[in-house]
């Protein structure tokens, strides 16, 4: 988006030199939810600006941890498509419980630290988004054959997504 803007801004006509397709605000906010939310410490908003822009990337209010940064992702990538390589998940499991831990430095911020773990754990437990949705099909199916209590909506969504799910079984329907 940034390069876009970049080349409409010296290459397009006069009235467009100013435009700005995403605003700074929108950068920051961006990068806000990348580092805390999406945990990639890596924090590349300031990069990425540079590199198109030419020009540092202005963020007065940031307060970030700065204990990783790029070299330490860049090894963690490595390191993650060496050893794991079919596994798509692995690396943005090890970023986040890295960067879960680190959050969490003082004594204050330790408590829930094991729920925050498990959490990334949970999220990022799979291969893949398909071994993620096949686990959850067997749990259910495995709930509705032995009476328990299951998400009925999602075998009904499912069956919307096309062939993939042929094999549900077809009662789940009618639920």
Not at 18 to 27: M, N, R, V
Request: hydrophobic fraction near 30%.
């Amino acid at each position: 988006m940034l390069e876009i803007q970049l080349d409409i801004n010296e290459n397009g006509p006069e009235e467009f030199s100013d435009l700005e397709l995403i605003s700074i605000p929108e950068l920051r906010n961006i990068r806000r939810i990348w580092v805390f939310d999406k945990h990639e410490f890596d924090d590349s908003v300031p990069r990425i600006y540079k590199e198109v822009m030419g020009k540092e990337f202005d963020d007065p209010e940031w307060i970030g941890a700065e204990a990783y940064g790029q070299i330490e992702w860049s090894i963690l990538k490595e390191t993650c498509n060496d050893l794991f390589p079919d596994e798509e998940l692995s690396f943005e499991l090890l970023y986040s419980l890295i960067d879960t831990e680190n959050q969490a430095n003082s004594v204050n911020q330790r408590k829930g630290i094991l729920d925050s773990l498990e959490k990334c754990v949970k999220h990022n437990f799979y291969k893949d988004e398909d071994d993620a949705t096949d686990y959850y099909t067997r749990q259910l199916d495995r709930k509705k054959k032995m009476g328990g209590r299951y998400n009925e909506k999602f075998f009904a969504h499912i069956q919307d997504e096309g062939e993939e799910f042929a094999d549900v079984p077809e009662e789940a329907e009618d639920k």
